[in-house]
């Protein structure tokens, strides 16, 4: 992470301070993004393209602190948009089990394409079942966010989910508007009749 030796030296001590007591967490997870700053988490981290500095940071709070499945609810509700972001992008990075579900249906319910585009990471490909997985990538599709954002959607792609694609896209050819060139690249034979 690319952090001030103030944000570093912060940073430190808040990791070991979660990690004698998980229940830090709720003063310190708010705190990442004023310490550590908010900017890109930079080039050198290509596995983590869309992460900022604070979510670096709020994850490994998470992945550190002792206890903390307890507290993902309240950190998520409780949270600001960032914060939330953080707490979904935190659950596949530790053993949360199916801790986690409810915030993911929930964060599938907003209108903010950032939280939903999260909320369909690499957890919502383990955990979320095929139904809902399919109604995720259909709101990603609604919202514009492109499907490359969407984890594990070679693995979960079956008929019923090319079904409800194709189903999409062809409401929107009828109502004259433009179907997203990456549900289109999905969709290679889109005028063919669902039997």
């Not at 966010?145 to 070679?154: E, W």
């Not at 990456?182 to 005028?191: E, F, K, N, Y």
Request: proline share 6%.
């Amino acid at each position: 992470m690319a952090l001030s030796p103030a944000g570093a030296a912060w940073l430190t001590a808040s990791l070991d301070r979660v990690a004698r007591d998980g229940t830090a967490i709720r003063t310190l997870f708010p705190a990442a993004g004023r310490h550590c700053g908010r900017g890109p988490l930079g080039a050198g981290s290509p596995a983590f393209p869309e992460w900022t500095v604070d979510d670096g940071a709020r994850v490994l709070l998470l992945t550190t602190a002792t206890g903390v499945a307890s507290e993902l609810a309240d950190l998520y509700h409780h949270g600001s948009a960032a914060e939330q972001r953080a707490v979904l992008r935190g659950l596949s990075c530790s053993d949360f089990g199916d801790r986690g579900l409810p915030l993911v249906t929930e964060a599938l319910r907003s209108n903010d394409p950032r939280l939903v585009a999260t909320a369909m990471g690499p957890y919502a490909a383990s955990w979320l079942e095929d139904s809902a997985y399919r109604h995720g990538v259909l709101k990603c599709v609604f919202m514009g966010i492109p499907l490359d954002a969407v984890a594990g959607l070679d693995e979960h792609t079956d008929d019923e989910l090319i079904r409800m694609m194709r189903s999409f896209a062809l409401e929107r050819t009828a109502a004259g508007r433009p179907v997203p060139a990456d549900l289109l690249a999905r969709l290679p034979d889109l005028h063919r009749q669902d039997s």
